[in-house]
């Protein structure tokens, strides 16, 4: 089960998070993008939620987004948390106005 809120802020990442904590998921099933790579790891650690690593993409996938551009290394990830391409595509571009997004992931 997967469950994609998209975000202004922090602040309305904040609430995203808490109602997937009071739907039942946990802190290590709610994960947080942005584009910015300083900017998604600063609200991940901020606001507390699981980053994407090998348990969810695979090792290969992990070291072969050294080598991708941000836009293909955030649909990678989204894809690994259950996201189709299309919808990966569609959610990066709302990544690409600034938009965050929070995702929950059984």
Do not use: C, P
Not at 20 to 49: I, M, P
Not at 50 to 77: C, H, M, T, W, Y
């Amino acid at each position: 089960m997967r469950q994609v809120k998209l975000v202004e802020n922090g602040l309305q990442a904040r609430k995203e998070i808490e109602q997937f904590l009071n739907q039942g998921y946990t802190k290590d099933e709610v994960y947080l993008l942005a584009h910015g790579e300083e900017r998604s790891e600063d609200l991940s650690e901020a606001l507390d939620t699981n980053e994407i690593g090998v348990n969810e993409q695979g090792f290969f996938d992990l070291i072969a987004n050294v080598f991708r551009s941000r836009g293909d290394e955030l649909r990678a990830k989204m894809e690994s948390l259950g996201l189709t391409d299309r919808e990966a595509q569609q959610f990066e571009k709302e990544l690409d106005r600034g938009r965050v997004m929070v995702v929950a992931a059984k």
